[in-house]
């Protein structure tokens, strides 16, 4: 039985668009959150140093 056109977008490939969605917007949030922990973390050691 296909899916009225109301519930189209719970195809498979639509859940698959939004997953791959969602995790490339995690990675790139964790990558820059890593980036940023690891520039302040140089700074306080720089600092330490002086």
Avoid: N, T
């Avoid at 719970?10 to 980036?35: N, S, T």
């Amino acid at each position: 039985m296909p899916l009225p056109d109301a519930l189209k977008f719970l195809y498979p490939g639509w859940w698959l668009v939004h997953a791959a969605a969602i995790w490339i917007a995690y990675r790139y949030g964790y990558v820059a959150g890593r980036g940023s922990a690891r520039r302040e973390q140089r700074v306080r050691e720089i600092e330490r140093g002086k």
